[in-house]
Nanobody
Framework: QVQLVESGGGLVQPGGSLRLSCATS????????MGWYRQAPGNQRELVAA???????NYADSVKGRFTISRDAAKNTIYLQMNSLKFEDTAVYYCNAAPPVGPFDTWGQGTQVTVST
């Protein structure tokens, strides 16, 4: 079955950096669009960054210029490099895998990112 396993979250000070990873299994990785979403307490889950199977990317306005999404076909893994972190980036970050056909998205279990002094 499809599995997504996130890692790399943690506690970081404002202005710091983290890199999230999402290792996938059970999918033909090259055909899937992948994304990172986040959900802060009391808020709805929102798109942070996405990357198509062809490598095109898009970002939420709030993270443009600070976050970079990438994918490694050899490792069936996507990454989210987060720089210049702000308090408002604190959330649980979720990996998402969207197949080329059908509404059959898969979600990871989430990883907590906390930006605090």
């Amino acid at each position: 079955q499809v599995q997504l396993v996130e890692s790399g979250g943690g506690l970081v000070q404002p202005g710091g950096s983290l890199r999230l990873s999402c290792a996938t299994s059970g999918i033909i990785f090259s055909t899937y669009a992948m994304g990172w979403y986040r959900q802060a307490p009391g808020n709805q889950r929102e798109l942070v960054a996405a990357i198509t199977s062809g490598g095109r990317t898009n970002y939420a306005d709030s993270v443009k210029g600070r976050f970079t999404i990438s994918r490694d076909a050899a490792k069936n893994t996507i990454y989210l490099q987060m720089n210049s972190l702000k308090f408002e980036d604190t959330a649980v970050y979720y990996c998402n895998a969207a197949p080329p056909v059908g509404p059959f998205d898969t979600w990871g279990q989430g990883t907590q990112v906390t930006v605090s002094t």
